[in-house]
RNA sequence: UCCUCGAUAGCUCAGCGGUAGAGCAUCCGGCUGUUAACCGGAGGGUCGUAGGUUCGAAUCCUACUCGGGGAGCCA
């Protein structure tokens, strides 16, 4: 029985002979030598078949075989100068697992529509495989981060009765007789898992039914949604900027293969060290006017101020303390200045735009109801929030940090789409 | 929802009032080191849909459908 083993191991069988189990990537041919370009999910190798030393038969499979057919190669293993791995696999058998005839995603170029309708196809090309693999990495980074840091995962649900924020379209659905709303935000159930275990932290998908349609949003996204009991404003930040710089760290030394197939410029991560800078609203506002910007205090950012902002620095800017009124409910003004939230706004260089938001939460009860009130809230709906700060409330803060941004962000990626293996898109559903 | 751009072969596009084109993919043939291989040949089209202008419309006009990019909202 010959040994099977996988193209990201092919280095340790020099000499022997191996079997490759994958697809046909791509095929060249002459009359009497056919180069089968083989991959596996682990990588890709060269497979080359000769006429003089394979029988008849044998050889004109790997003349006929088409792309992204199934096959099993075996082969013996050589060193090969002239190979980008390295290695190449001399032919001496080949297995046609399953025929592919007529593959629609060529080597060619194609239209992002095309590709979309073709996802399931799109995302075995090397560019999205390398995506898919450094979304895989950012999230074990971000679990590894957690575990040495003393979090605990706590998974809030997707199904709730009401919004979290009570601004975004929701999407609506039934609960049996109940009306159902599919998650926005995890927050408010990371607070009273954070009361019960101190830190903790959520990974999943979150809903907006919002007819958003940028590069940067989509419909469903993933949000890592940290909570940190008796943790300050300042504690916050310094918490987001070390996250932050272990993901970052952790890509540029376990993804270096994937950075080079999607031609990422690696000198604009390596400068992602902390601490990251922080400007205040006051300052960001100011700095605004004075570079041209027709903006005043009290308004929110817009995407090309966010851009400018972050076009300054060579890595993440945080901009905290923004004004209470056009933040969530549920943010802790700052005591010296209660015109201002305990809050802030991370964002991405090179124009990515905000990838976390975080703040301190109200923990004092009389406030919070008061805010409730304000923003016209069924209390009804949020007694079980409210019994927070009834029973042991103390200060607490967090965060949430979209994952497709992330992921486009250190990819350098042109769309948030690309970062999810199937992107839901405003008018897109399928596949 | 608003602004803007687009829809021609399986794919990417050219043609912009006068007989529907190219490259790639597919099929056939050639080539012993190819790297989106190359060379020769073949098949492949209700020019998004519906109206209108014109002797004549892929081309000009109107509406609709579908999609891209951006704004707002946010992560």
Request: charged fraction near 25%; charge should be negative; glycine fraction near 6%.
């Amino acid at each position: 029985m010959t040994t099977k083993t996988s193209i990201d191991h092919i280095g340790d069988y020099v000499g022997q002979t191996v079997c490759l189990e994958g697809w046909l990537y791509n095929k060249r041919s002459s009359g009497k030598i056919v180069f089968l370009q083989l991959r596996d999910g682990s990588g890709w190798i060269q497979c080359v078949a000769v006429r003089s030393e394979l029988p008849e038969a044998q050889f004109s499979a790997c003349q006929n075989v088409t792309q992204e057919s199934s096959l099993r190669v075996t082969g013996t293993v050589r060193a090969e100068a002239r190979s980008q791995s390295g290695y190449e696999m001399s032919i001496e058998s080949v297995e046609i697992v399953g025929h592919a005839s007529d593959y629609p995603v060529t080597l060619k170029e194609h239209g992002v529509d095309f590709l979309l309708d073709h996802r399931h196809l799109w995302i075995r090309t090397p560019r999205q495989r390398s995506i898919l693999k450094i979304r895989s990495e950012i999230l074990l980074a971000m679990t590894e981060f957690f575990a040495n840091n003393g979090f605990t995962r706590v998974d809030p649900p997707i199904l709730t009765p009401t919004s979290c924020e009570g601004t975004s379209e929701l999407f609506h659905t039934k609960y049996f007789e109940e009306d159902a709303f599919l998650t926005q935000s995890g927050q408010m159930y990371m607070e009273a898992a954070a009361m019960a275990l101190g830190k903790v932290y959520s990974m999943g998908p979150t809903f907006r039914a919002e007819k958003s349609k940028t590069r940067r949003h989509l419909i469903e996204f993933w949000m890592i949604e940290p909570e940190m009991a008796y943790v300050t404003h300042a504690q916050n930040l310094e918490v987001q900027e070390q996250f932050i710089s272990h993901i970052v760290q952790h890509v540029l030394e376990n993804c270096s293969a994937e950075l080079h197939v999607l031609e990422r410029d690696v000198s604009k991560l390596t400068s992602v060290t902390t601490p990251f800078p922080r400007l205040t609203y006051d300052d960001a506002i100011a700095w605004l006017q004075e570079n041209g910007h027709e903006i005043s205090w009290g308004e929110d950012f817009g995407a090309p101020h966010e851009a400018a902002i972050a076009s300054a620095y060579d890595r993440p800017v945080f901009i905290e303390k923004f004004p209470t009124a056009i933040k969530a409910f549920y943010m802790q003004p700052d005591p010296d200045r209660p015109e201002v939230a305990l809050c802030a706004d991370l964002l991405a260089p090179e124009g990515y735009g905000e990838i976390v938001g975080g703040s301190e939460r109200i923990h004092d009860y009389n406030l919070l109801l008061k805010r409730f009130e304000e923003h016209h809230l069924p209390l009804e709906d949020y007694q079980w929030y409210l019994d927070l700060r009834r029973y042991g409330s103390v200060p607490h803060s967090g965060f949430g940090i979209g994952l497709e941004r992330t992921v486009a962000w250190i990819c350098g990626l042109e769309h948030v789409r690309e970062a999810s293996a199937f992107p839901r898109m405003l008018y897109r559903l399928t596949p």
